[in-house]
């Protein structure tokens, strides 16, 4: 399995929305509705901010969502705000109890 | 609150066998979760390596599985990493992360990670 391709970085001013990309396969992104997105701040462990594809967990604001379009997720953050400036990976099921995460991109809060 | 902790060596030896251990609390092993293991090398993104149910089955990235091998210990609330054979390749920040059963395909709780280089 090959990584998921992410771009590697996107920037917004606070207020503005962000879309972050993930491409993959069919088998993988495209085959299942297994996608999940995580934020990485420096030196910390990574967080999960969406599931499923766009379900968000307990206790992650609205301004995240998700969705999926063929071999390619997307990740959405709305309302832009200093605090979101992380790296962000996405993840999906590729088959056979099997894994595999995207490339990662930075977000930079201008 | 259940909450993850890695331990193990810092330096491992090229050639030879990485081992690590991720303790759980707040929680038992034993629930209807799977155990991941993940790495990420310096300066670079996230790989799974493998996980585990507290039943002992297991799964594996293709990519690593013939140098893996992951177990568990109910008695004592852990489950363990053992990678063989390590070059500076490596080199990583490893994770144990829980995949639970009402969102099987996520990762929702992560230890603090633990760096573990490979040098001589």
């Known amino acids: 399995q090959s990584a998921l391709t992410q771009p590697r970085s996107v920037s917004g001013s606070p207020g503005q929305s962000v879309t972050i990309s993930c491409t993959g396969t069919s088998s993988d992104v495209g085959g299942y509705n297994y996608v999940s997105w995580y934020q990485q701040h420096p030196g910390k462990a990574p967080k999960l901010m969406i599931y499923d594809v766009s379900k968000r967990p307990s206790g992650v604001p609205d301004r995240f969502s998700g969705s999926k379009s063929g071999n390619t997720a997307s990740l959405t953050i709305s309302g832009l705000q200093a605090e979101d400036e992380a790296d962000y990976y996405c993840c999906s099921y590729a088959g056979s109890y099997v894994y595999v995460f995207g490339t990662g991109t930075k977000v930079t809060v201008l | 609150q259940v909450q993850l902790q890695e331990s193990g060596p810092g330096l491992v030896k090229p050639s030879g066998t990485l081992s690590l251990t991720c303790a759980v609390s707040g929680g038992s092993i034993s629930s209807s979760n799977w155990w991941s293991w993940v790495r990420q090398p310096p300066g670079k993104g996230l790989e799974w390596i493998g996980e585990?149910?507290?039943?002992?089955?297991?799964n594996y990235n293709p990519s690593l599985k013939s140098r893996v091998t992951i177990s568990v210990d109910k008695s004592k609330n852990q489950f363990s990493l053992k990678l063989s054979s390590v070059t500076a390749a490596d080199t990583a920040v490893y994770y144990c992360?829980?995949?639970?059963?009402?969102?099987?395909?996520?990762?929702?709780?992560w230890g603090q990670g633990t760096m573990v280089t490979v040098s001589s």
């Open positions: 585990i149910y507290h039943s002992g089955s297991t």
């Open positions: 992360a829980r995949a639970p059963s009402t969102m099987a395909n996520a990762f929702d709780i």
